[in-house]
Structures are given as structure tokens and as C-alpha cells.
């Protein structure tokens, strides 16, 4: 198992919602900063939501209003809520806990 694992991506249809987790399980201390990144094909990895500390939230213009970021309850957890979307989500998405390498990503597969 690496670093950060994530997971909860699919194929869903356009309009539909997905939940993506975040885990770095090998971690004993507290992660505060995490980011969501997106890698449409053909595109280059692009930042899409950011957290710091729990509370402060920053999102992408293109994911705004439709995408939540949070933490979980277990430490070290993280959530990426997509509403909406869009086939323009499709993608690799990528949790991107601060100093910690890259993980495998999920892919998310919007169809209109």
C-alpha cells in the first residue's frame, strides 16, 4: 500500500455525483494541507481544490459550486464531493497531501 490511496471514482452520467476519499494510512502525524488535482486526457495535471487546516477551502473556477472538499473523521482523510458533473470532469483525480508522493489517482469517467 503507498503513501495516499485514493479511491470512489467510476462512470457516471452527466448531472450525476460521485465521492472520492483520500487516505495516507502509513501516516502517523496530522496532515493539514491537501490539494485535488485532475488530469484530463491529453491535458496536463491541473490543481482543482485545495484545504488547509479543516476550514479554509479554495476551488478551481472550473469546479466551484459544484465540487466540496473536506476532511474526514478518521485522521488523515480526506473527501472530494463532485456534484453536477460534467463530461469536461472526466480525468485521473489526484489527492496531493503536502511533502507526500504522488499516488495511483481514480479515474472519473463523465458520459453525457
Known sequence: QGHVVESGGGLVQAGGSLRLSCAAPRIDSRIYFVDWYRQAPGKDRE???SILNGDRTNYAD???GRFT???GSAKNTWYLQMN???PDDTGVYYCKPTRLPWGQGTQVTVVS
Open 84 to 86: 453536477s458533473l460534467k
Open 47 to 49: 490543481i482543482i481544490a
Open 69 to 71: 472538499i473536506s476532511n
Open 62 to 64: 472550473s469546479v466551484k
